[in-house]
């Protein structure tokens, strides 16, 4: 099952220099993880902000909020989820 992510992140500027560095290094190995897994097929920059659009494909909703929220950035971040459908007029959806 796909859905679409949008994530927010917004660190907290008092938190230590050498904790953000940590946080971001164990998001980005976590993140890196996912991928390889193919749980995580999409992660895209949206350009000039600190956010990012995804692209999961899970088994379940509770699956996907249960990865989400072990992300090491996920106290920080805000998250909007989609959850995506077959269109009909895909072109591979055609027969
Ligand atoms: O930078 C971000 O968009 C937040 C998060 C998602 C992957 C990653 O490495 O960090």
Not at 31 to 46: D, F, K, N, T, Y
Not at 82 to 95: C, E, G, R, Y
Request: glycine share 4%.
């Amino acid at each position: 099952m796909l859905f679409h992510v949008h994530m927010d992140v917004a660190i907290p500027h008092d938190l230590a220099p050498d904790r953000r560095a940590a946080l971001v290094a164990e998001e980005k190995a976590r993140a890196l993880e996912l991928q390889r897994s193919g749980v995580w097929p999409h992660l895209w920059r949206i350009v000039g902000e600190y956010a990012n659009i995804s692209v999961f494909d899970v088994d379940s909703g509770d699956d996907l909020h249960a990865l989400l929220s072990s992300l090491p950035l996920f106290p920080y971040m805000k998250i909007k989820v989609t959850p995506l459908a077959i269109h009909p007029s895909d072109l591979k959806a055609q027969s």
